[in-house]
Structure formats: C-alpha cells, structure tokens
C-alpha cells in the first residue's frame, strides 16, 4: 500500500530530504507530503526492472517508488520533479528532472528556498535574461553564451556551434534548455553560476 512521504523515516530524520521538498513545493508545484506515497519496494520492483531505473514516479497517482532507502539526494530530487506542475509541455519530463536535479539539491544542501520555483528556469526565462544574469553575477558584460563559454570555461559547447562550427546567431529552446542543464550542475561548486540562477528566481 506504500507509506505517506511525510511519515518515512528518512525523510523525517535527514533535513536535506525535506528542504529538497520545500525547494520543489514552492509555488505549490508539489502536492503536500501528506499526499505523496513512497511505494514499498516489492511493489515497485517488476516496474523498475523494466524501466532500469534507480526510481520513477507515477505523477497521476502522486507515487514515487526508489530502489534503495534512503535513495541519494539527486534521486530524490529527480522524483519528485516528475510529480510538480510543470507549465509547459514541450520541456519534457526527463529534461525538467535531468536538468534541474543538481540545481535543487545545491540549493536544499545550502538552505536557500527561492521565491519561485526552479522549475521555471526552463519555462520563461529568456536568453537575454540568462546571458545578463551571467553578466551581473560574473562582473562582465557577455557579448553572447558563447563568449561567455570562452571567457569562462576555454571552450564554446557544440550545440553553441552551427554546421559549420560557427557561432549560432539565435539560442532556441533546445539551447536553452541544454545551457539551463549544463549551469544546473555547475551550481553545485561555482558560485557565480548559483547567483546568477538565484537572481532569476527571485
């Protein structure tokens, strides 16, 4: 029958499980922990296998299934961004969670709460937001992502480069989405990067 999210044990007795949560609810894209069942292994385990997967979710019924307790921050985060409200359909499922998962769990580790959700990193912001965010939080102006990869990093990404590896003249949603992924996970240890993701949701 699985257990309340609220009750297990877990994620009563480790704070960085129930900051994951309050990062991911804010905005009520969560449902209440009251709400969210952790289905006991046994019932999960034929799914899983299937799926190959070290969790999943089923957001219709407000379950999440892990295959080991405590699962790692990263799975957890993971999980429960497949259970949130998303505002927009052509995102996809696993780009919210494989995008934001480092993202909320830096954030859970640090005790930040943003005032929106990080969820609508890849729902409305827009490259000129993103790229002047990086301006402020690094101390320059960034002439384009690519600039910024260079200045920063050393390097210009692929998906930054057209056919002929020059610099793209229009980030689309793709990039977007991949550059909101890539920033995600370097959060956890550059705190340039944090702040200028914090200042979008604030």
Known sequence: MGR???????????????RIYRVLRVGR???????????DYDEG?????????????????????????PPSYLVFAHELIHLARKARDDVGEEMYANAL?????????????????????????????LLEAL??????????FNDFYVSVHGFEPAFLLDRDLRPVSRVGREAMKLLIMYLSDESEFNMKVLRALLSLLS
């Open 101 to 129: 998962q480092r993202l909320v769990v830096t954030l859970a580790a640090r005790g930040i709460v943003p005032r929106r959700s990080p969820l609508s990193l890849l729902e409305d912001v827009t490259p000129g937001q």
């Open 135 to 144: 301006s402020a939080a690094f101390g320059r102006r960034f002439r384009s």
């Open 29 to 39: 894209r969560l449902p209440s922990a009251r709400s969210i069942t952790v289905l």
């Open 4 to 18: 309340r999210l609220s009750g297990v044990w877990w994620f009563r007795g480790d704070p960085i499980y129930r």
């Open 45 to 69: 385990k034929e799914a899983a296998e299937r799926r190959r997967a070290a969790g999943f979710a089923v957001p219709s019924k407000g379950e999440v299934w892990f295959d080991d307790e």
